[in-house]
């Protein structure tokens, strides 16, 4: 894991709420799919273990975005708020959209997925590891300081 810890977090106006424990990675998200439902040019997420993944309050529309992915949105303001796999057992994480968690300055994003995607005149100016497509290497692989088994 990247970080150990509960996180708590909801929708722009307070009708879904969610927790989950630890962070096994965190990053942003170049590709077209991410920038077509958050309107943001880069969006930036967290990935949680999603048995530890719980909704506290509220239903969230699910709207499937391909064919193995779902995205939660919140059906009162629209806010999105996660995105994990359709079937359980495909993915064992939920991919939170970081700008949701209430204690989002405490997670700082370590990777570029799909950054063969992103849009040509966007300047970030970190040296995170880059994957082209939407597979990181492992965490634990990268050389990240942060990164406890
Ligand atoms: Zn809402
Ligand atoms: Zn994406």
């Known amino acids: 894991?990247?970080?150990?810890?509960?996180?708590?977090?909801?929708?722009?106006?307070?009708?879904?709420?969610?927790?989950?424990?630890?962070?096994?990675?965190a990053g942003y998200c170049h590709c077209s799919i991410c920038r077509r439902t958050s309107g943001a040019p880069v969006i930036a997420w967290v990935n949680s273990p999603?048995?530890?993944f719980r909704v506290l309050q509220g239903s969230p529309?699910?709207?499937?975005?391909?064919?193995?992915?779902?995205?939660?949105?919140?059906?009162?303001c629209g806010t999105l708020m996660w995105t994990e796999?359709?079937?359980?057992?495909?993915?064992?994480?939920v991919s939170v959209h970081h700008g949701t968690i209430d204690r989002a300055a405490e997670i700082e994003p370590a990777v570029h997925i799909c950054h063969?995607?992103?849009?040509?005149w966007l300047r970030i100016d970190d040296v995170l590891p880059r994957a082209?497509?939407?597979?990181?290497?492992?965490?634990?692989?990268?050389?990240?300081?942060?990164?406890?088994?």
Do not use: K, N
């Open 1 to 25: 894991m990247l970080y150990r810890g509960t996180y708590e977090g909801g929708c722009f106006c307070g009708a879904i709420r969610y927790r989950f424990e630890d962070v096994f990675d």
């Open 50 to 52: 999603r048995a530890a």
């Open 61 to 76: 529309r699910l709207v499937a975005t391909s064919a193995d992915f779902q995205r939660a949105f919140c059906d009162q």
């Open 85 to 93: 796999s359709i079937d359980p057992a495909r993915w064992d994480m």
């Open 116 to 120: 063969d995607d992103r849009l040509p």
């Open 132 to 149: 082209p497509d939407s597979r990181p290497p492992h965490p634990g692989g990268r050389g990240d300081p942060r990164w406890q088994a």
